[in-house]
């Protein structure tokens, strides 16, 4: 196996070319586990690198767009072959993800695999894309074709850098855009060596990587004379500034955006080993740093004692600790600005008399006490209004709640400046459908819930204050593109 060295350095890619950051400016990265281990540096871009950046993408724009969609399909299929073709490659960008960002080894390995998945995904949509719509007149034929839109900036979070990339970047290109990627800051080095990867497989300048801080080249690249797109994923409020700097130049945005789940647990749903395992999974995936996570837990009245009995010991059941371990199931929350946002939602709790519930087994409390380390904790029957319920957690903490009938579990479900995602668990497909479209929510899940209960092929994105736009699916791909109309006197065209 290539083992990562200890002073790993990644840089930014642009044009086709590996590169410095203009000064050769770097961050570190350290390990959330081992908040004092550096993991490695990244390239700290400027304003200037981003400009090289578009410029690049800008000049390869023309080539690219002009290619069929079979052919970048076959581009893409390429792409997918490249990401697993080294084993031992796969192996130790997996083990240097989970160090950076401290997820499990586990999933980090289902992120890696899941990038290629959706590039083959999208690259099946080729024929879909190349079939324009034909509409006759009394007086003219229309034919309603799309076109890409130019560059797109993607602009990639830290807690599912891989998946979400997954989401933007096969899209963009497919659609026939070139792009430039922005990785986070807190998951910059396993991203960038994989956006190595793609970048080299491609014609120079479709795909170009540059990483630093936000603060510094985030307004520079959304707001970019040449940037024709910008995809973010990340908080409300630095969505609403990107879609506030893509305004001075009309750029159109999809936001994806957070999200504050809910799932119905009716009367009649089936409660098992096996479902308690997919509400964890649910629920606390990532250390629950996950946009469509379940974040609120709502019971019908007489079911709630046997789901909070049953959800509590699959919880009981987790193990903390160094997310390289095979023995354990939940790694560190990413960063410590985040893990004083939970530790803080569970101390309101317990001072507000809700009873509140740290379960699961840490094996090295050293470990422990030193990382951003939180046990799964479940809060139950709070105040609906609570902090724990009306806010958004995005981590290892979950209200659980009862209903007494379905006009309230709807209610109290769409009570929320959020509408991203949300669950229904019964036995019954009508109603589970009924209830579904009753929810202010992008995508439903019906006995199940987060990232393992959709296989990418249905649009994904929310309402309300979780975003705009969709990414994921068909419609995933024509947002990068613009509509193009071209009309002719009827019975001309065709």
Same mark, same amino acid.
């Given at each position: 196996?290539?083992?990562?060295?200890?002073?790993?350095?990644?840089?930014?890619?642009?044009?086709?070319?590996?590169?410095?950051?203009?000064?050769?400016?770097?961050?570190?990265?350290?390990?959330?586990?081992?908040?004092?281990?550096?993991?490695?540096?990244?390239?700290?871009?400027?304003?200037?690198?981003?400009?090289?950046?578009?410029?690049?993408?800008?000049?390869?724009?023309?080539?690219?767009?002009?290619?069929?969609?079979?052919?970048?399909?076959?581009?893409?299929?390429?792409?997918?072959?490249?990401?697993?073709?080294?084993?031992?490659?796969?192996?130790?960008?997996?083990?240097?993800?989970?160090?950076?960002?401290?997820?499990?080894?586990?999933?980090? +390995?289902?992120?890696?695999?899941?990038?290629?998945?959706?590039?083959?995904?999208?690259?099946?949509?080729?024929?879909?894309?190349?079939?324009?719509?034909?509409?006759?007149?009394?007086?003219?034929?229309?034919?309603?074709?799309?076109?890409?839109?130019?560059?797109?900036?993607?602009?990639?979070?830290?807690?599912?850098?891989?998946?979400?990339?997954?989401?933007?970047?096969?899209?963009?290109?497919?659609?026939?855009?070139?792009?430039?990627?922005?990785?986070?800051?807190?998951?910059?080095?396993?991203?960038?060596?994989?956006?190595?990867?793609?970048?080299?497989?491609?014609?120079?300048?479709?795909?170009?990587?540059?990483?630093?801080?936000?603060?510094?080249?985030?307004?520079?690249?959304?707001?970019?004379?040449?940037?024709?797109?910008? @995809?973010?994923?990340?908080?409300?409020?630095?969505?609403?500034?990107?879609?506030?700097?893509?305004?001075?130049?009309?750029?159109?945005?999809?936001?994806?955006?957070?999200? @504050?789940?809910?799932?119905?647990?009716?009367?009649?749903?089936?409660?098992?080993?096996?479902?308690?395992?997919?509400?964890?999974?649910?629920?606390?995936?990532?250390?629950?740093?996950?946009?469509?996570?379940?974040?609120?837990?709502?019971?019908?009245?007489?079911?709630?004692?046997?789901?909070? +009995?049953?959800?509590?010991?699959?919880?009981?059941?987790?193990?903390?600790?160094?997310?390289?371990?095979?023995?354990?199931?939940?790694?560190?929350?990413?960063?410590?600005?985040?893990?004083?946002?939970?530790?803080?939602?569970?101390?309101?709790?317990?001072?507000?008399?809700?009873?509140?519930?740290?379960?699961?087994?840490?094996?090295?409390?050293?470990?422990?006490?030193?990382?951003?380390?939180?046990?799964?904790?479940?809060?139950?029957?709070?105040?609906?209004?609570?902090?724990?319920?009306?806010?958004?957690?995005?981590?290892?903490?979950?209200?659980?709640?009862?209903?007494?009938?379905?006009?309230?579990?709807?209610?109290?479900?769409?009570?929320?400046?959020?509408?991203?995602?949300?669950?229904?668990?019964?036995?019954?497909?009508?109603?589970?459908?009924?209830?579904?479209?009753?929810?202010?929510?992008?995508?439903?899940?019906?006995?199940?819930?987060?990232?393992?209960?959709?296989?990418?092929?249905?649009?994904?994105?929310?309402?309300?204050?979780?975003?705009?736009?969709?990414?994921?699916?068909?419609?995933?791909?024509?947002?990068?593109?613009?509509?193009?109309?071209?009309?002719?006197?009827?019975?001309?065209?065709?």
């Amino acid at each position: 196996m290539n083992a990562i060295p200890q002073d790993l350095e990644t840089q930014l890619f642009i044009d086709g070319d590996i590169r410095k950051a203009i000064g050769g400016r770097t961050y570190d990265l350290f390990n959330p586990a081992r908040p004092d281990e550096k993991v490695g540096q990244a390239a700290k871009a400027t304003a200037e690198d981003v400009d090289a950046a578009v410029n690049a993408a800008h000049r390869a724009f023309p080539a690219w767009a002009a290619l069929s969609y079979e052919e970048r399909a076959a581009h893409l299929r390429k792409v997918a072959e490249v990401l697993v073709a080294d084993a031992d490659d796969v192996t130790t960008r997996a083990r240097l993800f989970c160090r950076e960002h401290g997820k499990i080894l586990r999933e980090t +390995e289902l992120e890696l695999s899941r990038l290629g998945e959706r590039f083959l995904l999208c690259a099946g949509y080729a024929d879909r894309l190349a079939a324009d719509e034909r509409v006759s007149g009394d007086r003219f034929d229309t034919i309603i074709t799309r076109q890409p839109r130019g560059v797109a900036a993607l602009i990639v979070p830290w807690n599912w850098p891989l998946a979400i990339l997954g989401s933007k970047l096969p899209q963009a290109l497919m659609a026939g855009n070139t792009v430039v990627v922005k990785p986070s800051n807190s998951a910059s080095l396993a991203p960038s060596l994989t956006l190595k990867l793609i970048a080299e497989t491609l014609p120079p300048g479709v795909v170009n990587v540059v990483t630093g801080s936000a603060g510094e080249i985030g307004d520079a690249l959304v707001g970019h004379r040449h940037v024709r797109f910008v @995809n973010f994923t990340g908080s409300v409020g630095i969505g609403q500034h990107v879609m506030r700097v893509a305004a001075g130049n009309t750029t159109p945005v999809t936001l994806e955006l957070g999200g @504050n789940d809910a799932a119905l647990i009716m009367q009649d749903a089936k409660l098992d080993e096996e479902a308690f395992r997919r509400m964890y999974l649910g629920a606390f995936m990532s250390s629950g740093q996950v946009c469509m996570a379940l974040k609120r837990m709502y019971v019908h009245r007489s079911r709630y004692d046997e789901v909070v +009995e049953g959800f509590t010991a699959e919880c009981q059941k987790q193990v903390i600790g160094d997310g390289l371990l095979p023995e354990t199931t939940m790694g560190p929350v990413n960063n410590k600005k985040q893990l004083k946002v939970v530790t803080d939602l569970i101390a309101q709790s317990r001072e507000a008399g809700f009873e509140t519930v740290e379960c699961g087994h840490v094996p090295d409390q050293d470990l422990y006490d030193q990382g951003y380390f939180q046990r799964p904790t479940l809060v139950y029957n709070p105040d609906p209004h609570a902090p724990i319920v009306s806010e958004e957690q995005f981590g290892p903490v979950l209200p659980i709640m009862p209903f007494d009938d379905d006009e309230t579990a709807i209610e109290m479900a769409n009570d929320s400046q959020f509408g991203l995602c949300s669950s229904v668990w019964t036995e019954d497909p009508e109603r589970a459908v009924a209830l579904s479209r009753r929810l202010e929510a992008g995508y439903t899940y019906l006995n199940a819930h987060g990232p393992m209960a959709q296989d990418g092929k249905g649009p994904f994105g929310g309402f309300k204050d979780s975003g705009i736009g969709r990414n994921l699916g068909y419609e995933g791909i024509i947002q990068f593109q613009g509509y193009h109309a071209i009309s002719g006197p009827a019975g001309w065209l065709f």
